[in-house]
């Protein structure tokens, strides 16, 4: 079992939509982190929580730490918002990361 | 912002050449990363230095080795290239704040 589950794998959605993205954790962690992922390649971080909630723009993250479930929600979607989203969690004496598999996201107009 | 620069976007290297993938942050940072992404596996973490000198392995070392001589450069080594190695690179480096990451380098190994 991985110790980062994410779901759905892939996720397609009309403009406008409001769309969730859930991530599920089995180990202990110092935060987990909301990373999206272009074409191309290039990772931009998004969000680090260790706690609650944080917004920025339409995008809202949140964390149940003793459920070990986060939650990443997209608000009024538009199709620039097509990307892989990806959960990772920070661990370890580095605090370095373990990742999920990537949510496939594509809004169409 | 902190930037993480990877010297190459594209690399091709042949077959047991001694291949070197450089990664320059601009905002002394103490962690870095290596990171491979590859279809159906996702992101895994190659090794990790949080100083100048030291390093750790992480969860897939064999084949490569790194150097970090100075703070802001973490190089990573293919010490004899395979096709196995085919793959995204990714280097990172990390504050409390979180992660930046460098827009990867795609190395194709024939």
């Known amino acids: 079992k991985n110790e980062v589950e994410q779901s759905p794998q892939n996720l397609t959605a009309q403009e406008g939509e409001f769309i969730t993205i859930n991530c599920s954790y089995s180990v202990g962690i110092s935060a987990l982190h909301w990373l999206q992922q272009h074409p191309g390649g290039g990772i931009v971080s998004l969000f680090m929580l260790s706690s609650g909630k944080k917004k920025h723009g339409r995008l809202i993250a949140t964390i149940n730490i003793q459920e070990k479930h986060s939650s990443l929600h997209i608000t009024a979607s538009h199709p620039r918002d097509s990307a892989v989203y990806i959960c990772a969690v920070s661990s370890g004496s580095a605090r370095q990361l373990t990742f999920g598999s990537g949510t496939q996201l594509t809004v169409l107009p | 912002d902190v930037k993480v620069t990877q010297s190459s976007r594209y690399l091709v290297k042949r077959t047991g050449e001694k291949v070197f993938l450089e990664c320059v942050q601009d905002?002394?940072?103490?962690?870095m990363f290596w990171y491979r992404q590859d279809p159906g596996l996702g992101l895994r973490l190659i090794y990790f230095s949080y100083d100048v000198k030291m390093k750790e392995k992480g969860d897939i070392p064999e084949g490569y080795s790194v150097s970090r001589e100075k703070k802001e450069r973490f190089s990573l080594i293919l010490e004899s290239a395979s096709t196995n190695q085919t793959s995204m690179y990714l280097c990172?480096?990390?504050?409390?704040?979180?992660?930046?990451f460098g827009s990867g380098t795609r190395l194709t190994v024939v």
């Open positions: 905002m002394d940072h103490e962690n």
């Open positions: 990172a480096s990390r504050t409390g704040y979180g992660y930046t």
